[in-house]
């Protein structure tokens, strides 16, 4: 069965310092990758996807994921954050009607 | 380009209470999705719709839940007799008629508070 982890449940960086959320998947086969961005309240929006070709993908928001095969993984990453990148950060595969979430990461900004 | 909207985007009720919340989807996506997020989890599929049929749902969608979609449009998803564990924010995504790209674009959500 398909599933994700992501280790972390709260993340805390300094605005302008850099950030990796970290993402392991469990898939039979080549999977489909998300990852969302919600912030409180509200729904969920789509940073990027993965589904074939170049394994790193650039995103909204000045966002990039790297897939890695040989470690089920699917880090997102930016290089500086700004406080309005505090919110909860949600990696998923899948797709259709077979969408699995991690439990996400909750990401704090610090001035 | 309007994106998906959820109606209410609150609801409090009282425990054995009967609520509905509706969903409208992106014009022309053909697929919808209602989804369940307790606090501090992600997202949990609940049911899927292609058009107006209902093709799976979840065994977290017990008897109480009931959700369709008359016209392949807007879509319902209604709980009978709240209990307290059904508070939660119930999500509602769609996406369209596109093989292989599985993009689900999520509405706001509805917020449910069970007393």
């Known amino acids: 069965a398909q599933s994700v982890t992501q280790p972390d449940i709260h993340i805390t960086v300094s605005e302008g310092a850099s950030l990796e959320l970290r993402c392991n998947y469990s898939y039979g086969a080549t999977p489909y990758l998300f990852w969302y961005v919600q912030s409180p309240g509200q729904g969920l929006q789509l940073l990027l996807k993965?589904?074939?070709?170049?394994?790193l993908v650039q995103g909204i928001k000045g966002f990039e994921a790297e897939f890695k095969r040989s470690q089920s993984s699917f880090n997102l990453r930016k290089p500086s954050v700004h406080w309005s990148d505090a919110a909860e950060y949600f990696c998923a595969v899948g797709g259709g009607n077979d969408m699995r979430f991690g439990a996400g990461t909750r990401l704090t900004v610090k001035p | 380009d309007t994106g998906v909207s959820q109606d209410p985007r609150h609801k409090i009720t009282k425990r054995g209470q009967n609520v509905t919340f509706r969903c409208d989807p992106i014009?022309?996506?053909?697929?919808l999705y209602w989804y369940r997020q307790t606090l501090g989890q992600g997202p949990e599929f609940l049911t899927y719709f292609q058009n107006e049929a209902q093709l799976e749902k979840s065994r977290l969608l017990s008897d109480r839940f009931s959700a369709e979609r008359p016209k392949g449009s807007f879509s319902t998803l209604e709980i009978q007799r709240t209990e307290q564990g059904d508070s939660a924010m119930y999500l509602c995504?769609?996406?369209?008629?596109?093989?292989?790209?599985?993009?689900?674009?999520f509405g706001p959500g509805t917020r449910l508070t069970v007393l």
């Open positions: 995504a769609s996406s369209p008629p596109r093989a292989l790209e599985h993009e689900q674009f």
């Open positions: 014009s022309e996506h053909n697929r």
């Open positions: 993965y589904f074939s070709g170049d394994t």
